[in-house]
């Protein structure tokens, strides 16, 4: 029988779109179903990094590592847009770690994986007594790294988006129900009714894989999930200038303070074990107190709760190997086929946002002997969408010069939102655009309805451009009028 798709890949978050574009590039007919909003759950809750994980190295994990600072650089070159350097400090507390062993860690880190682009650690000298220093002035020593700051829901859209353009359907708000499988294809029902075939089923819906198997597909589970949560606050900015700070607790985790949209700063994360729907997850009033308490243990500026202006919380599917503590789980993923002579099912178990694209080359890999016309590995020497860009100040210099109507800051915006792709959503631009809301016109809502698979306001404002801080609630009111009549 020939089926109406290669792969029917369920959900939409980092790990399925990242395989939906590899496959599609490969030539195979790819199905992508999301129940909900691309990178509306895990995806998009993420601390906004592309890093190796330092603090991994402490748990031996030296092979997931190495991986992670290999992607970091392929994601560097793939998506400048959205992916650029950021400088770590990280001060020293003597009691928690010698001196020794960071150095070791960062010289490690500076040479486990290519650097290319990025500069190596230093170790440095933290001016105590300088007014603009806003750590307490006990700290007198520390150390320097880069990694990579990323906006993850956009990631996913350019993965969606470069699966599109390669031919994939990808369809959002749209549930998988069951399948049953037929020996050489699946036969899946998905929302409104409609059945669809399939040769291989990929499972990647994040803290609902164990669910799909289970009860989509009425299979015996072989592999589990531990479920952590993690969990991020936002605040008016804590420092000046374009730095991060990674900070060491007692309790052996680390908590990163990131500038964030010029006007905030960005900290987290928690590592809390999750039991319940993981749709429904929170903060909770004990994770905000941790995360102040632990800053202001190294800045002079307090932190309140009452200084929280944001936060939003996600599931971490980890692939549960029995460890006691949840911040020591894996972050390194379990791809778990399952053959039994029918038609195969793939299940992605764990994972972390910097090693997608690596996940979705092995996944497919994994599968060639069941699609046997599919293509050749192509994902690392190519660009996401809007990333053929050699140099970000240059790029927006001429994006400037070319729109010189449009205010900088939105130019610079777009830039760092759409790319090379900015002047197809600026088609519609026009002089007396209508301002929906703070910083948002018409015509890029419509766009990203249009391109972008947006529907509700939190499409647009937490998802797809970042607006949603800035926003009251009669703007979100006015967006949901203006989409009514535009959708």
Known sequence: MDADYDLL???????????????????????????????SATSSKSTKLIHGGLRYLEYYEFMLVRKALNEREILLKAAPHIVQPLKF???HEAHLRPKWMIRLGLFLYDHLGKRERLPGSKQIRL????????LYP??????????????????????????????ASILTRTKFISARNEGDHWRANIASGREITAKVIVNAAG??????????????????????????????????????????NKDGRIIFAIPYRRNYTLIGTTDVPFEGDPALVRISTEEIDYLCHHINAYF????????????????RPLFDDATEKASAVTRDYVLALREDGGAPLLSIFGGKITTYRELAEEALNKLSDHLPHMGVNWTAQARLPGGAISDMDDFIQAQQMQYPDIEPALITRYAHRYGTRMDAMLKAWRKDAHLIGPGLYDYEATYLINQEWATTPEDILWRRTKLGLTWSEDDVQSLEGWLKSHI
């Not at 020593?141 to 031919?167: E, H, I, P, Q």
Request: hydrophobic share 40%; proline share 5%; net charge negative.
């Open 9 to 39: 890949i369920i959900g939409g978050g980092i790990n399925g779109t990242g395989i939906a574009r590899d496959a599609a590039g490969r030539g195979l007919s790819v199905l992508l179903v999301e129940m909900d909003d691309l990178a």
């Open 89 to 91: 400090i990280l001060p």
């Open 127 to 134: 001016e105590g007594n300088d007014p603009d220093n806003p």
């Open 138 to 167: 006990r700290f007198t020593d520390g150390f320097t790294y880069y990694d990579c700051t990323v906006d993850d829901s956009r990631l996913v859209v350019l993965n969606a988006l470069g699966a599109k353009d390669r031919g």
């Open 207 to 248: 803290p609902w894989v164990v669910d799909i198997i289970d009860d989509g597909l009425s299979l015996p589970t072989q592999n589990r999930l531990r479920l952590v949560k993690g969990s991020h606050i936002i605040v008016p900015k804590l420092f000046d200038g374009k730095d991060a700070y990674i900070l060491q």
């Open 300 to 315: 002079r500026k307090t932190l309140t709760p009452d200084d929280v202006i944001s936060h939003y919380a996600g599931v």
